[in-house]
């Protein structure tokens, strides 16, 4: 009971306590700044894997080709079409309601 009355008076910041004019700010601690600084280099030695690639342009242009991966995309769409119903007109639908044509 006691220390709920204690904190009960406690004076605290109006609203969100980590936003607006009467925020409480967080001190800057040693880790916080070994975080920042492994973030950046982790950040920076990304940068560089992407700017200096593995492979040259001329050698990248070419791997789809000898990988055939247009070809397996072909095959693939071609699968998923055989699985799809096929388009019927609605000539097709009614045809059956045209028995005999007398005036032809």
């Known amino acids: 009971m006691r220390l709920t009355v204690v904190n009960f008076f406690k004076k605290s910041v109006n609203?969100?306590?980590?936003?607006g004019k009467y925020r409480?700010?967080?001190?800057v601690?040693?880790?916080?700044?070994?975080t920042l600084i492994r973030e950046y280099e982790q950040t920076e030695a990304n940068m560089k894997l992407l700017l200096h690639p593995y492979l040259t342009k001329?050698?990248?242009s070419g791997h789809a080709k000898e990988l055939g991966k247009k070809e397996?995309?072909?095959a693939k769409w071609r699968e998923e079409q055989l699985k799809m119903k096929p388009h019927v007109?609605?000539?097709?639908?009614?045809?059956?309601?045209?028995?005999k044509d007398v005036w032809d």
Not at 15 to 19: A, C, E, L, Y
Request: hydrophobic content about 40%.
């Open 15 to 19: 609203g969100h306590i980590f936003r």
């Open 24 to 27: 409480l700010v967080k001190r």
């Open 29 to 34: 601690s040693p880790r916080a700044t070994q």
């Open 58 to 60: 001329e050698q990248s």
């Open 72 to 74: 397996q995309i072909v």
């Open 89 to 99: 007109t609605i000539a097709e639908r009614l045809a059956h309601l045209k028995v």
